[in-house]
C-alpha cells in the first residue's frame, strides 16, 4: 500500500547536525501529515515533528528550536533537519505518514522502517 524508506541517520558527534529523508511510494492517493518519531532504548516512542499538508509544522519539545521539518509534496518525501544534536538525541527515528489509498478509504497510518541516529564524542 504505502512504503517509507528513512535515510540520513549515523553517527555524528555532540553539537553536530544530520539530515533524515523519508520517500513515501506506493498506492498514495492522499498524504495528509508527514512526521517523524523517535525511541530510545527503554523508552517509548515520541513525536520529534510532524507537518500536514497544509497548515503549520508542530514539534516535540525536545526539537523546538534545534530541528527543523520539512516536506516535498511533489516528490512525496519529509525531511528532518536536526542541528545542534545532543547525546539525549540518540534514538532510532521513524517516518509516519496519514495516508489514503484510494479516495473512499479512511486516513491510516504507516511507518518506516527506522533509521538509527548515534550522538556521541
Known amino acids: 500500500q504505502v512504503q517509507l524508506v528513512e535515510s540520513g541517520g549515523g553517527l555524528v558527534h555532540p553539537g553536530g547536525s544530520l539530515r533524515l529523508s523519508c520517500q513515501a511510494s506506493?498506492?498514495?492517493?492522499?498524504?495528509?501529515?508527514m512526521g517523524w518519531f523517535r525511541q530510545a532504548p527503554g523508552k517509548e516512542r515520541e513525536l520529534v515533528a510532524s507537518i500536514p499538508s497544509g497548515g503549520s509544522t508542530n514539534y516535540g519539545d525536545s526539537a523546538k528550536g534545534r530541528f527543523t521539518i520539512s516536506r516535498d509534496n511533489a516528490k512525496n518525501a519529509a525531511y528532518l533537519q536536526m542541528n545542534s544534536l545532543k547525546p539525549e538525541d540518540t534514538a532510532v527515528y521513524y517516518c509516519?505518514?496519514?495516508?489514503?489509498?484510494?479516495?473512499?478509504?479512511?486516513?491510516?497510518?504507516?511507518w518506516g522502517q527506522g533509521t538509527q541516529v548515534t550522538v556521541s564524542s
Open positions: 506506493g498506492c498514495i492517493f492522499f498524504l495528509n501529515a
Open positions: 509516519n505518514v496519514k495516508a489514503k489509498v484510494t479516495s473512499w478509504t479512511g486516513t491510516r497510518d504507516y
